[in-house]
């Protein structure tokens, strides 16, 4: 079956070149404009001055997040009220800050950290104040949860699908086009013929979420979907539900501009419960419903992606792929009965 003519038919579509090429690289990038400060923040150095003979200095040069030098006391409220350093510490370890209350609540809690140390006669020459003590055993920090709207991003770029397959119904449909006229009279299987669609839809819808993709990676560089193959994977299986929730709602009785709202509420929805416009709905939902998020596959597939990332778990990402295929294999079916009994009066 030569598919050049729908080929052609669905890429000239200005919409399809804008909803389905550059939206998804337009929500990434605002994305990633709105939690750039929170996903890469910037490392705090505060700038303090201490009394020379206060006996914990050695203990304050010791930790990194300081700068440390010494100034005496009427030196050192000119420096504050200079905004040159944000807090002085006197010889008793008595502390005079400025008007920055981020970074005075910072040395505040550091003050009273060294002086409980004293208070139970631990020796500091014993602690390591510049050492982590929590490893983190991947190189990335994909554990942040500001990441979460990228994941439901791609995957709502996936179910996108569903809007090529409005296209190509319409197309290969007997009263709403010349072209589904002919094939109606051609001798194949109608279940042939969607089965091409389906595929038709699924090639062009990967390989523009593949763009999106490298477009994060490259561009937008985070450090996410490192897992390339196992991420490839979830975004065909996405595709395919994709595909089969737009043959489902092609078979309705609406028309063209109503089937195509029905696709766009649907595909929002799904990502809104999966928290890419509010996190808090995604933890509320996965608390108090998690059937919902279950049986929701961008909810899933993000669910998957996200701990595929951060953890290296597969132990959930297989069963979410059986998942999503079972209820775009349920869809399909749905979609072929209606279709089968359909039947036209006029051609």
Known sequence: MNSLPLFKHIIRDKNFIFWQVAFPIILVSLFYMAFSGLIHPDSVEIDIAVAGDNSY?????????????????????????????????????HILVGRNGTTSTIVSAIVDQIEQINAL????????????????????????AMYIPFYVAIAMNAIYAAYIMLEVVLYYTANLSAVGQRLEMAPFKKLKLFGFACLMAIVINVTINLVTLAYIKLVLRLAIFNNLPLSILMIVVLNIFGVTLGLLISTTRFDYVFKTVMVTISSLLMAFLSGMMVQPIRTLILRKAPIIAKINPVSSATTALFRLDSFGDTIGYYPTIGLIIMLAALLFAIAIVIMRRRNYVNL
């Open 57 to 93: 200095l050695p203990i304050y040069r010791m930790i990194s997040v300081l700068n440390v030098k010494t100034l005496d006391s009427e030196a050192a409220k000119q420096a504050i009220e200079n905004q040159d350093i944000s807090a002085y510490i006197d010889a008793e370890n």
């Open 121 to 144: 006669n631990i020796d500091y020459r014993t602690i390591n104040f510049s050492r982590d003590f929590i490893k983190n055993n991947k190189s990335t920090d994909t554990d942040n």
